[in-house]
């Protein structure tokens, strides 16, 4: 899937923590209906064969709003569930490696926090980078943060789009404006909320503002 750097405006990463009696794939559509743009799905504990169960039922739902769908850090599930990319930390499979594995018409992020990570992770084939935390953040607890120097200093040293993720809010979302950021991914600010459908039509109302739009 081709995307454009528009559809990272409002990039929401699932989080199981606010399910209560909902299912992952009932509050990623209620966040994509509110105007969600981009959906990431995150699972650190899920066993192997619900994590791909339900990566094919968001693909799934994606597909038919048209927004991209990836997975975090696992690229067989990816493949298997036929997803529209990958998104790696620092830590997990290089961007090369992963281009590699998925070819050239998948979508790559890469997590990154100084100019020097990002310049690599372009020239290894990232079509997006992620930026963070921008500000301090409860859903990743060894999350360091990036200053808006440093997110200013990112944007300005590649030419793949940036997005900034970490402890943003509709409360500070604003402070943002400036940075060369082309959208925000937030996990909390969606996710936690008792309305998320709403959340989401405010945040990409607040994000439009910020960036100008």
Not at 54 to 78: G, H, M
Not at 135 to 164: H, M, N, R
């Amino acid at each position: 899937m081709k995307f454009d750097k528009k559809d990272l405006l409002l990039y929401a990463v699932t989080d199981r923590s606010w399910l209560g009696e909902e299912t992952l794939p009932g509050q990623v559509e209620r966040a994509v209906k509110g105007g969600a743009t981009f959906v990431q799905l995150r699972e650190k504990e899920l066993e192997e064969e619900h994590f791909l169960e339900e990566a094919r039922e968001i693909r799934k739902l994606c597909r038919e709003y048209r927004i991209p769908f990836v997975v975090n850090d696992d690229v067989e599930i990816a493949l298997a569930a036929d997803a529209d990319g990958v998104h790696v930390g620092q830590g997990d499979m290089e961007a090369g490696d992963v281009r590699r594995r998925l070819g050239p018409d998948k979508i790559i992020g890469v997590s990154v926090q100084t100019a020097e990570q990002a310049v690599l992770a372009q020239e290894r084939g990232a079509d997006y980078l992620g930026v963070g935390a921008v500000f301090p953040t409860g859903s990743k607890a060894d999350a360091q943060e990036v200053s808006l120097e440093t997110l200013k200093e990112i944007c300005g040293a590649v030419d793949i789009p940036v997005v900034a993720i970490g402890g943003i809010g509709m409360d500070n979302v604003g402070e943002l404006s400036g940075s060369g950021i082309c959208g925000i991914a937030v996990i909390s600010a969606i996710f936690a909320q008792e309305d998320i459908e709403g959340a989401a039509r405010k945040l990409k109302r607040l994000t439009k503002e910020m960036l100008g739009d």
